[in-house]
Every structure is written in structure tokens, then in C-alpha cells.
């Protein structure tokens, strides 16, 4: 073992007597017993061999009796996996039956006939903070053996079971198990970071209720009363100081209006929504009948508050909608309180209760995303195996075409040429990202279930209200074009005679105009929206490999890091971002064509255009005839005329001096048009790397944002995170009957090594402590009867390999591997 350790460059380890005793006894319950050796009269104890046997016990035994791997299919989250399904020592207890959940539990009879159960648990009936205890419930019998033998383990873990005995043969099982784990409440149903809730569906239409709740009876109200009641008289005071003290006033009553009536509003409408049904029924009574009261006083009730917020009567559309909205909502929680009662009572009601429905209504949503990021980390590690596995298919018959004879002794090294034959796969790359790519991976689910990328509710939601956009454009311009031509009619009457009015002309025009900044607005909110999921995407797999700096990067750990509150503005962005943008664009493109065919300015529009025209034509011209010149005249960044050369950039300079000022007037409307496309995409940085960034003032700090809310996630919801929050539960589970003991740790980090031995490089550079130790350690010199030499970091080169060759071939003490068939090879490929 401690050749092994320090052979794949873990002296530290190898100098962990403890830790080598360790590994030493797990690998030995699965090893081949071997005969005695009798030496002379004495009898030597028999040895202990590292065979297939032993090396599998070593890897696997802390973990292989507790891992469930019914989980990579089960539809359910990772908490359920570790404390509500089915584990070894139950199944020890009393069967398959008694470790599933009861008769009347909801299963997934395709994935049941697999051996795989799929159900709703039982946490949902307890109290979010209850105390779940195992070994103490044992001991309190209140009721007789045979009235809770049907009692799955999961009641164990809760409350409700201290009052019921579990029999003799299921005490003996968990009488060595100590354990209290307490649950804290999070408020799952409005968990925004982590993405808690039950389904994305109520968390849109929640948004949607409280955005026309806000227009209905919110919007536009802050500061107006101040405005009206205090700034009459027409003197320098009114003029200047009121404005701005309106303005102050409106935002700050604005901020309190939104915070003190819209939290209360979505707290409430997302009752029902946590990703377990947690919910109890008296607490979905109470929210139910508050969210309800609050809609029905605001819209039944007419009143104003001075300065602050007002309910218009009689009531607008507006308010109708948002109402309507509301009773929707109360609809929802209504509907989940009878599922609740039907889950409570289903084993009294089998008729009303359809388990495949109860099941879709429990586990989907982001149950069934959570179990695809599960198997989007076992693809991950699958695909990685199989990749090593090639590699080293590879090495093996890049040897067998070099060895000429089997008694050919050249040191070969597994760990140094499958480092080099790695080497040279790295420049393969295969093609990811992109908008076609992204929405087809969505369509298959492999973006989920392949690549393990989690689309944030806060994204889903705001990709939502982007939509509603889009399908309210053509709606409210059809209401606005009446009102336009109306207001430029009234104000053409005002300085001019009506009687010389062309009415039909100008309402020609303006229809005209305003169809066709419609039509450009509705195209680039369409275009922001279909790219704003995929840009999302191809960010996410930017930071995964690397392409944007992460962890050691000065800007990440300072901007990114740092103000992660902000996340919370991203939806609200992606709506006004969007609508903003579309209005910009439409307004140019309309303004434009008005401009065209008013006649006023109908002669500098058309002036200027022919200028762009002409400009056009020069430029198709100097092109031609500049490419001519260039092949003639330049070979790369040298001329090969220098003569002729200088008088034509002479000309071109000259020509240079009067053209320049049409081409920054070009750059300038393609910087406007640019900069109003991206008014919308606050997901994509618009000025390049370093540029608009002062210190900690950032000018376009919306990327940003847009960064910070996937990183969360993927702190969070990576496949790789996920996996290591289900072995951080498994030892907490386990604690005291030892899952993921440090000894097999140990010989797992071997078996990666040698699989993977191009990970060293990673595990140098996030431990240089480690391995600094042990270069000392290497220098100072160690005993000179051990035979492999600790190396640090092993490299793929001449020095190294004729070190290591000179280590097997000068050691004082060689171990006896001749026992076993084989040993030879072994020792010369270690």
C-alpha cells in the first residue's frame, strides 16, 4: 500500500501509518486466502494478497451496501433518495415490502415493474422544523407489534412515530443506528436561489397576477398627489424645486408600495408550491382565505392614500383582469388543498384517487428536472470512464506494436503514456452552444438530462413575460394608432388652418409609419427572445470549460462573487429590457419612414440617402480597384512596389480626409441601432472585456447580473454538486456506520489516478501544500530499503522514466510477487 501511494505521488499519505492500516484491513475482506509457507520448523501466518477480489472490497465496501442505485431512475429529489427510500439494512429487515413505502403510496407502475419505486413521501405531513429520531422512537410502545407491522421506515424517521412500536426484528436493525437530524424551513415555495418550488407553472402566473395588480393600482400613483396639491403657482419655486423633490418622493413611496403590498402578494399566491408538498391543510386554509381577502378589498373597496397609492372607481379592465388573475390563483390553492385531502385519505378513498395522476401532480416539475440532473451526473461520469478507458486502449496497443519480443524488459509506464496519449487528444473538440443546438437539446431533454444545465425559475419566468410581450404588441399598437393620429391631427390644427389639412394624407402616413415600426419592434423581440435561453446556455458551458475565467481569477472572485442580491433585478430587466428595446426600435424604424413621406423633411431624408447611395458606389469602386493594387503592389506586410505604393496611400489619404465624415455618421447609426438591439439582451455583454469598467463602477453591469444568477445555480444545481450534496447526506445518514470511510477514499483516489492519471496536474495545483511537503521530504532522502521513490509530480520525459527505472533495478529489497500470476508484468507497469 505504500508503494502504491507513493508510486502515484501520495507520500503524505504514505506516511499515515494509521491510514495504511486502514486500507490494509478493508482490502482484506475480500482477498483470496492463501496456503501457509512452512520454513523450516517454522510456520510462516498465510499472506495476504492485493487481488481482484481485495482491490474491489477496497473500493466499494463503505459505500456499495448503502447505495441505493435505484435512485439514477427514480423520479425524486435528492433528500428523498437519502432519507425516505429504500437502503440496505431495511431491506435487511423485512424484505422488498417492508422497505418500500405502504400499500396505498403512489408508484410509477412502469418504473415498479423495473424494481424501481417512485412515490410521494410521507415528509410532506410533518412540520418543516420537526426533529426526526431513529433509536429513541424504538423504545416507546404504545401500541401492539402487529398494528405497525405494515409501517414503512420512513415513519421512522418522523414525529408521529414515537408513539408506535416497530417490532423486535426492525429494533434490532436500527438499535445501533444514533441519530437526530433536524430539518430547517426555508420557505421552499418563493426559494428563488436554489429553485425549490413544486412547479414553474404557479411561479408565472403568480408573477403575472402581481404585475397587473401593480399596473392596476400601484403604477403611476407614487408623488402624484404631491405634484398636484403643492406645485399650482407658477414661480421659479414650482418650477424647479418640485420637480425634483416629486421625483425623490415618487421613487422612495414607489420602492415602499412595491415592498410592503407585493411581498405579502407572492408569498401568498405561492402557497402550495414547495417542491415536496410540504404544506398542511390548516396552513393552506389560512393562506388561501388571507391571498383571497387581500384581492377582494383592493377591488371591492374604492380609496386613496395622499401621495401614495389609489383604487380607481369605477374599476378599469385593468383591475377586472388582475382580479380575475387572483380567483385563478385561489383556484390553484383550492385544487392542491383536495389533493392534500386525497393524499391524506386515500387508502378511505381508492375510487376518487388515480395514482398515475397523484403522482404527475407530485413529481413533476422540478422533482422530475431535479432526477434528470441526477442522471446527468451519472452520464458525465459514464462518459469520462469511457474516454479514460479509450485512452488506455490505446497505450496498450501502442506497447503491443512496440514490444518485439515477450522477454523485452523497457520500463513502460501505464501512468506516463497514458498521460502523453491524452496529451494528444487534447485539441479534439466537438461542437456545442449555439441556438439551434440549445433549443434542439431542450426538445430532446439531453440539455438537462446530458449536459445537467438547470434553466433558473427567474429565467423561465422572464422568458414568459417576454412572450406575453411579444403577443401583446400587435394588440395594444392596433389601440395606440387611433390615439396617435389623433394627437398629430390636433396638433397640425393648432398652427395651421384645418381647412388646408390633408386628414386623409396624414392619417395615411402615420398608419403607415407606425405599421412598419410594429412590424420591426415585434421582429426584434422575437429575435431577443429565442436568443436569450441559448446565450444563457452557451455562458454556462463557457464557465464550465474554462473559455470565461472562474476560481483563479482576480475578476471572478471580486465582481462575480460579490453583490449576489442583484440576481433578484434579472426579471424585472428581462421585461422592461425587452419592451424598451422593441419601443426603441420601432420608433427609429417608424420615425424614419415618417420622415420619408412627410414632406417637410421629405428632401433632406431622400438628400440623405442618395448621399449613402453614392457613398456606396465609391466605395464598390474603391474596392475593386484597391484589390488589384494590394496583389500587385503587397506580399503579407511588405510592398514589393514601394514606389508606386506611397503615391497611392498618398491618394488614399487625401481621399481619406472627405469620406471619413459619412463614415463615422454610419458608424453612428449602426452603433444607435446596435445599442437598442441590445437594450433587451441583458445577458450579453455590449462593450468588450475591460472596456466601461471604473474601479468597481461598472457602466453595463446587467451581464453582470446575468452571470451572477447562473453561477448561483450552478453552485447549487451543477450535476456535480447535486452528487456531492447526496454523499454529504449518505455520511450524515450513515455517520456511525461509516459511509465513505477515509480508507477507501483513499483507494479510490488510486483507481482515479491510475484510470485517470492526467488529473494530477489538477490535484498539484489545489494542494500545493501537499505535495511541497513531500518534495522536501524526497529531497532530504528516505530510507534506503524502500523501494519506490515518492514522486511529486510525474512527468512524461526521459528523466523521470530512467529514475524510476533506476529505483526497480538498484533497490536493496524486492517484494516476493512471484506468488501470484502475473506479478512480473505488474511490477514492470506500475
Known amino acids: 500500500v505504500c508503494d502504491l501511494l507513493n508510486g502515484y505521488g501520495e507520500g503524505a499519505l504514505a506516511h499515515d501509518d494509521q491510514l495504511v492500516r486502514e486500507m490494509v484491513e478493508v482490502a482484506k475482506a475480500g482477498s483470496s486466502p492463501s496456503m501457509e509457507v512452512q520454513v523450516g520448523n517454522e510456520e510462516t501466518p498465510a499472506a495476504t494478497f492485493l487481488d481482484i477480489g481485495a482491490f474491489v472490497e477496497a473500493l466499494t465496501s463503505d459505500v456499495a451496501r448503502k447505495y441505493d442505485p435505484g435512485r439514477e431512475n427514480r423520479r425524486s429529489t435528492n433528500f428523498d433518495d437519502v432519507w425516505y427510500h429504500s437502503i440496505q439494512e431495511e431491506k435487511d429487515v423485512g424484505g422488498r415490502n417492508f422497505a418500500r413505502a405502504s400499500e396505498t403510496e403512489f408508484r410509477n407502475e412502469d418504473e415498479e415493474a423495473q424494481g424501481v419505486n417512485s412515490y410521494v413521501t410521507k415528509l410532506n405531513e410533518e412540520t418543516l422544523a420537526d426533529t426526526f429520531q431513529i433509536c429513541n422512537k424504538v423504545k416507546k410502545v404504545k401500541k401492539k407489534d402487529e398494528d405497525t407491522r405494515d409501517i414503512p421506515p420512513q415513519d421512522m424517521l418522523s414525529p408521529r412515530s414515537a408513539a408506535l412500536s416497530i417490532g423486535n426484528a426492525s429494533a434490532a436493525a436500527y438499535r445501533n443506528i444514533q441519530l437526530t437530524v433536524r430539518r430547517i424551513f426555508t420557505a421552499q415555495a418563493v426559494d428563488y436561489t436554489v429553485d425549490t418550488f413544486r412547479t414553474r407553472f404557479q411561479i408565472v402566473f403568480v408573477w403575472m397576477a402581481f404585475a397587473v395588480f401593480y399596473v392596476g393600482y400601484l403604477f403611476g400613483n407614487g408623488g402624484k398627489g404631491f405634484q398636484a396639491d403643492q406645485c399650482q403657482e407658477d414661480d421659479l419655486t414650482s418650477t424647479i424645486v418640485c420637480p425634483l423633490i416629486g421625483g425623490i418622493v415618487s421613487q422612495v413611496l414607489m420602492i415602499c408600495e412595491l415592498i410592503i403590498f407585493g411581498t405579502p402578494f407572492i408569498v401568498m399566491g405561492s402557497a402550495g408550491n414547495a417542491i415536496e408538498g410540504q404544506e398542511t391543510i390548516t396552513r393552506m386554509v389560512v393562506t388561501t382565505t388571507l391571498f383571497l381577502v387581500y384581492n377582494v378589498l383592493f377591488f371591492s373597496l374604492s380609496f386613496r392614500v395622499p401621495f401614495w397609492l389609489e383604487s380607481p372607481n369605477p374599476k378599469t379592465m385593468v383591475n377586472k383582469i388582475g382580479f380575475g388573475l387572483s380567483l385563478f390563483i385561489t383556484a390553484q390553492h383550492l385544487f392542491h388543498m383536495a389533493m392534500l385531502i386525497f393524499k391524506k385519505y386515500r387508502s378511505k378513498l381508492p375510487s376518487l384517487v388515480n395514482t398515475r395522476f397523484f403522482q404527475w401532480y407530485f413529481l413533476s416539475g422540478n422533482v422530475f428536472y431535479e432526477a434528470k440532473i441526477k442522471r446527468s451526473a451519472l452520464f458525465k461520469v459514464d462518459q469520462m470512464l469511457n474516454h479514460a478507458y479509450d485512452v488506455h486502449q490505446e497505450v496498450i496497443r501502442d506497447k503491443e506494436r512496440r514490444r518485439t519480443s515477450v522477454a523485452d524488459d523497457t520500463f513502460l509506464s501505464n501512468f506516463g503514456q497514458a498521460t502523453?496519449?491524452?496529451?494528444?487528444?487534447?485539441?479534439?473538440?466537438?461542437?456545442?452552444?449555439?441556438?439551434?443546438?440549445?433549443?434542439?437539446?431542450?426538445?430532446?431533454?439531453?440539455?438537462?438530462?446530458?449536459?445537467?444545465?438547470?434553466?433558473s425559475g427567474r429565467l423561465v419566468a422572464g422568458s414568459a413575460f417576454q412572450i406575453c410581450v411579444i403577443v401583446a404588441l400587435p394588440i395594444v399598437v392596433s389601440y395606440l394608432i387611433p390615439v396617435i393620429i389623433e394627437q398629430i391631427q390636433n396638433g397640425w390644427?393648432?398652427?395651421?388652418?384645418?381647412?388646408?389639412?390633408?386628414t386623409s394624407t396624414a392619417e395615411s402616413r402615420a398608419t403607415i409609419a407606425v405599421g412598419v415600426g410594429t412590424v420591426f419592434a415585434f421582429l426584434v423581440a422575437i429575435n431577443s427572445t429565442i436568443l436569450y435561453i441559448p446565450s444563457i446556455v452557451a455562458t454556462t458551458m463557457k464557465f464550465r470549460r474554462g473559455v470565461i475565467p472562474t476560481l483563479r481569477s482576480e475578476d471572478f472572485l471580486h465582481r462575480y462573487r460579490f453583490a449576489l442580491d442583484q440576481t433578484t433585478l434579472l426579471f424585472g430587466g428581462m421585461f422592461w429590457g425587452l419592451l424598451i428595446s422593441s419601443i426603441v426600435i420601432g420608433a427609429l424604424a417608424g420615425g424614419f419612414i415618417y420622415a420619408l413621406m412627410w414632406e417637410p423633411t421629405q428632401r433632406l431624408v431622400f438628400g440623405l440617402v442618395g448621399n449613402l447611395f453614392g457613398l456606396s458606389v465609391v466605395l464598390i469602386v474603391k474596392i475593386i480597384i484597391m484589390q488589384i493594387i494590394r496583389f500587385s503592389h503587397y506580399k503579407a506586410f511588405y510592398r514589393t512596389k514601394p514606389l508606386s505604393a506611397n503615391i497611392v496611400n498618398i491618394a488614399?489619404?487625401?481621399?481619406?480626409i472627405g469620406i471619413s465624415i459619412w463614415f463615422m455618421l454610419v458608424r453612428t447609426i449602426k452603433i444607435v441601432i446596435v445599442a437598442a438591439l441590445y437594450l433587451g439582451r441583458t445577458d450579453t455583454p455590449l462593450f468588450s472585456a475591460g472596456v466601461g469598467i471604473f474601479g468597481p463602477l461598472e457602466i453595463d453591469n446587467w451581464p453582470t447580473v446575468a452571470r451572477k444568477e447562473i453561477?448561483?445555480?450552478e453552485a447549487h444545481r451543477h450535476p456535480y454538486i447535486e452528487?456531492?450534496?447526496?454523499?454529504?447526506?449518505?455520511?450524515?445518514?450513515?455517520?456511525?456506520?461509516?459511509?465513505?470511510?477515509?480508507?477507501?477514499?483513499?483507494?479510490?483516489?488510486?483507481f482515479v489516478l491510475a484510470l485517470m492519471p492526467w488529473l494530477t496536474k489538477f490535484r498539484d495545483s489545489a494542494r500545493p501544500d501537499h505535495f511541497v511537503g513531500e518534495k522536501k521530504r524526497r529531497k532530504q532522502g528516505t530510507d534506503e530499503k524502500v523501494v519506490s521513490t515518492a514522486v511529486s509530480k510525474l512527468k512524461v520525459d526521459d528523466d523521470v522514466l530512467a529514475e524510476l527505472a533506476s529505483v526497480h533495478a538498484s533497490a536493496d529489497h524486492k517484494p516476493n510477487l512471484s506468488a501470484e500470476p502475473g506479478a512480473g508484468r505488474f511490477r514492470r507497469d506500475s
Open 420 to 455: 502523453n496519449m491524452f496529451s494528444r487528444r487534447d485539441g479534439l473538440t466537438v461542437y456545442v452552444g449555439g441556438v439551434s443546438w440549445a433549443w434542439n437539446s431542450i426538445r430532446r431533454g439531453t440539455l438537462f438530462t446530458q449536459e445537467g444545465i438547470w434553466l
Open 493 to 502: 390644427s393648432e398652427e395651421n388652418n384645418p381647412e388646408e389639412l390633408d
Open 711 to 713: 453561477l448561483i445555480h
Open 652 to 656: 488614399m489619404e487625401c481621399y481619406a
Open 723 to 750: 452528487t456531492l450534496g447526496y454523499l454529504y447526506m449518505m455520511q450524515l445518514r450513515y455517520r456511525d456506520g461509516g459511509f465513505a470511510k477515509r480508507a477507501c477514499s483513499a483507494w479510490r483516489l488510486i
